[in-house]
């Protein structure tokens, strides 16, 4: 058996095609243009990469973007100055600051000066609890990606075995508490867990958010199983350019799996298209009206 591949360029493709659609109903019917706000500090190559393709998927999609580039040495009062600042402008509805941050600023109040209803990260405490308290929030937008691709093999999780291998709060929690409003039953497993390739061995979806290569391999999973890879992980390949691989061991997964997302062109191709989504849905809610489909 070989596992389908599940294609999550042509699934986010589609996935922006239906926002830019949604945008340009809601500038037609109500004379709104969604906007984000993305906040870059220093100079990090991978964060830059990420910044420029939000940017320019943002602006595709028909919405404003405003970028803020700010130096690798803003004081902390400064950038929660901007944050303020972008809480009140009414053209700006999802700020997103791009981490990770310098270390001299304190990230955990820098997410907490955000306004909520404009966190279209889901990152905010606020946010975080309502999704927890199973209360509608805008949620990060990594986790989202993984459930839109399930959803592409199974209509329904409802009943399913799922582990989420990981437990940051940017990817694994949120993940299990999306999982747990899909009715799947959910075993969270991190660096303590123990005999990992035992509980794989019964979940029907495994989802990796771990950040170590490969590490996931084929003879874990429940033969049929749903994979779900979210680690990007890039490896030096001796005489060449560095590869991406993610947490899962693929070519030993596509004979055992029922499906599967690559590295790349799986999970990292939803996170952008997910935060086009929240930032949508952030400026509907903003103005009072109903949520896009
Ligand atoms: P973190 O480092 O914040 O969290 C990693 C988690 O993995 C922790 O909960 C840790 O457990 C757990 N872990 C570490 N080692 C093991 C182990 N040996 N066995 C079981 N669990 C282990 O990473 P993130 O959640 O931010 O990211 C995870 C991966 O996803 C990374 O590769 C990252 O690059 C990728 N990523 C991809 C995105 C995308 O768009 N595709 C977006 C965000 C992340 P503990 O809590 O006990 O320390």
Redesign the pocket.
């Known amino acids: 058996m070989t596992a389908r591949i599940i294609d999550g360029k042509a699934i986010a493709a589609e996935l922006r095609t239906r926002v830019a659609d949604e945008v340009a109903r809601v500038k037609r019917d109500h004379a709104l243009t969604p906007g984000l706000a993305v906040v870059l500090v220093g100079h990090d190559p991978a964060s830059e990469v990420y910044v420029r393709s939000k940017h320019t998927q943002t602006q595709a999609a028909g919405m404003a973007s405003f970028e803020h580039k700010l130096p690798e040495d803003v004081s902390q009062a400064d950038l929660l100055a901007l944050i303020a600042r972008l809480n009140r402008d009414p053209l700006v509805h999802g700020i997103l600051v791009q981490l990770p941050l310098p270390k001299s600023l304190h990230t955990e109040t820098i997410i907490n000066a955000i306004d909520p209803a404009k966190d279209v990260d889901g990152l905010h405490p606020n946010n975080a609890g309502r999704l927890a308290g199973g209360l509608a929030a805008l949620s990060p937008c990594?986790p989202l990606g993984c459930i839109i691709l399930t959803k592409s093999v199974y209509a329904s999780l409802e009943g399913m075995n799922a582990i989420v291998?990981?437990?940051?709060n940017?990817?694994?929690r949120p993940l299990v508490q999306l999982l747990l409003n899909e009715n799947a039953t959910v075993t969270i497993?991190?660096?303590?867990?123990r005999d990992?390739p035992k509980l794989c061995a019964q979940a029907d979806l495994v989802y990796a958010?771990?950040?170590?290569p490969e590490?996931v391999r084929g003879d874990w999973l429940k033969p049929g199983a749903t994979v779900i890879d979210?680690?990007?992980?890039r490896i030096a390949v001796p005489g060449g350019k560095p590869k991406l691989v993610g947490?899962v061991a693929f070519q030993e997964a596509l004979n055992v799996a029922g499906a599967i997302t690559p590295v790349p062109g799986g999970?990292?191709q939803m996170?952008v298209a997910c935060l086009l989504v929240n930032t949508l849905r952030a400026a509907c809610a903003i103005h009072g009206l109903p949520a896009p489909a």
Do not use: E, Q, Y
Not at 165 to 168: H, P, Q
Not at 209 to 212: D, I, K, L, P, S
Not at 230 to 233: A, D, E, L, Q, R
């Open positions: 990594t291998i990981g437990r940051s940017l990817v694994g497993a991190h660096s303590r867990s990992l958010a771990v950040g170590r590490m979210v680690g990007i992980n947490d999970v990292g996170t």
